[in-house]
């Protein structure tokens, strides 16, 4: 290799590495440079084993926040598997962690999960030493597993691994890792349906990254408050967390976390049936993704755009947004992306009556929901196909695909979700005239949403009121 193709290879590596005000630009003008001369040093590098496998560590770090804004999972996969080799040969332990952890949280984006498991479970191995750094890290891993298995949503299994996290963050530290986790564990419950105890978790949260001067961990848990809140259906609250996070991402120049939180306002007017103006900022949300060349955010935001069109009556255009999701998510093989864009897609089939072809859409969403482990989203799409075959007469279909929802819902611990399908479970056997059921479970419902104080209670009272009364008037 000539001394000129050296001098390349160090200069791509500081421009991987350099940060300032718009550097992902830099980066981006010159990633098809900087992969290049990386290849050469994989390939064609004539200096020492030793320095060749150090710069090659040296540009996968530097590199990965590029490849993450952008959604180049592949790409970095690929990188940090070669880092890997690298770590490796060195006998660099703690690299050979933090790569299997890297590559783990590829995986987790790309929708496969229960591969992101599998390194990450390896990773969690280089962590037995009782040094603060192995705790430390023990503490990072154990947070990110419990993240994927709340991916899949395994609440239980989310929560005994977040909760083995924060014991040892709160022990060892970082701070800001504890207020992570903290964040995370109010995501758990905000699941779950238990809303006061989420706040709790999330407002420990936040005053430890006030406490600490994290302004993007700060902002991270207002958008949490945020989302509380619009799951409430309190979206004037909801709006206010917003507005709170946009000023300090907008202060230090975050544009994904701009991007976020923009697009979360705009749902929450979409909540509050504005929905010419949740547009607004789906598109404003849409100008920043394709500005940063934020690959999955697009995604996201063109989903919730075409599910704004459903709303609005506009079929023909939110089908053709959701084909474009389709593509962006088949392209990047994101098997839950693309699951969910199937479920969307029967969804807009159902809001416009034609249920058939809502169910044929379902019924391919749900193979991919299994292949990636997702059970959470496995049991909303069946929930779907039971309502749709209630809305075609077919009690029985409509029966067994609840009650297959309702086993993964209890399974998992999702109470809220527990709920609404013995609620639906009891709407199919009200239409069949069998009252005193239908009775029995909404009563189930009911006493489940008081206790994790779920907006439904009132749906469930209306439900056993209107039941009842025709239970009184078969009675001689």
């Known amino acids: 290799m000539s001394k000129a193709q050296e001098r390349s290879i160090q200069y791509h590596l500081r421009l991987a590495q350099a940060r300032g005000n718009d550097w992902w630009r830099n980066i981006e003008d010159e990633y098809d440079q900087i992969e290049r001369a990386w290849i050469k040093l994989t390939t064609e590098w004539t200096g020492s084993e030793e320095e060749r496998e150090r710069l090659l560590l040296d540009f996968v770090f530097a590199i990965r926040e590029f490849q993450n804004t952008r959604g180049l999972w592949r790409d970095q996969i690929t990188w940090c598997e070669r880092g890997l080799v690298a770590a490796r040969a060195l006998r660099e332990q703690t690299d050979e962690a933090t790569l299997l952890n890297n590559i783990s949280s590829c995986y987790a984006a790309l929708g496969e999960v229960r591969r992101a498991l599998e390194y990450y479970n390896l990773a969690l191995r280089f962590t037995t030493g009782d040094t603060v750094g192995d705790q430390a890290r023990r503490g990072v891993f154990l947070n990110n597993i419990g993240n994927a298995y709340f991916s899949l949503g395994e609440t239980g299994q989310a929560l005994d691994h977040l909760e083995q996290a924060l014991s040892i963050q709160q022990k060892v530290g970082p701070r800001k890792a504890e207020a992570r986790t903290l964040n995370n564990i109010g995501g758990v419950y905000l699941r779950l349906g238990e809303w006061q105890r989420a706040l709790e978790y999330h407002e420990q949260a936040l005053m430890i990254r006030r ?18 809140h619009g799951e409430r259906g309190e979206f004037h609250r ?27 306002v705009g749902a929450s007017y979409a909540g509050l049936g504005e929905l010419r103006q949740a547009l607004e900022y789906y598109e404003q949300a849409l100008r920043i993704c394709l500005e940063i060349k934020d690959r999955p955010g697009e995604a996201i935001t063109l989903n919730n755009i075409a599910v704004t069109y459903t709303d609005l009556g506009e079929l023909e255009r939110a089908l053709e947004y959701l084909e474009q999701v389709l593509i962006i998510f088949r392209a990047v093989s994101n098997l839950n992306g693309e699951a969910a864009v199937l479920t969307n897609l029967g969804t807009a089939y159902y809001e416009f009556g034609e249920l058939e072809r809502a169910l044929e859409h379902y019924e391919q969403a749900l193979p991919l929901w299994r292949e990636v482990g997702n059970r959470s989203d496995e049991a909303r799409t069946l929930s779907s196909i039971g309502v749709a075959y209630g809305e075609l007469g077919k009690a029985a279909q409509a029966l067994e695909y609840h009650e297959k929802a309702l086993a993964i819902r209890r399974e998992v611990g999702n109470q809220a979700g527990e709920a609404t399908t013995l609620f639906n479970i009891a709407v199919v056997q009200e239409s069949r005239g069998a009252f005193d059921e239908a009775k029995r479970l909404l009563n189930q419902a009911l006493t489940i949403d008081k206790t994790i104080d779920s907006p439904n209670i009132e749906r469930d009272q209306e439900a056993l009121v209107r039941v009842q009364k025709k239970l009184e008037e078969l009675r001689p």
């Not at 406490?211 to 509380?228: C, Y």
């Not at 917003?242 to 544009?255: C, F, H, M, N, T």
């Open 211 to 228: 406490d600490i001067g994290d302004q993007g961990g700060e902002a991270s848990t207002l958008n949490s408050i945020g989302r509380l």
């Open 238 to 264: 909801a709006l206010d967390y917003y507005q709170q996070a946009l000023v300090i991402w907008r202060k230090s120049g975050d544009r994904l976390g701009e991007e976020t939180t923009v697009l979360n």
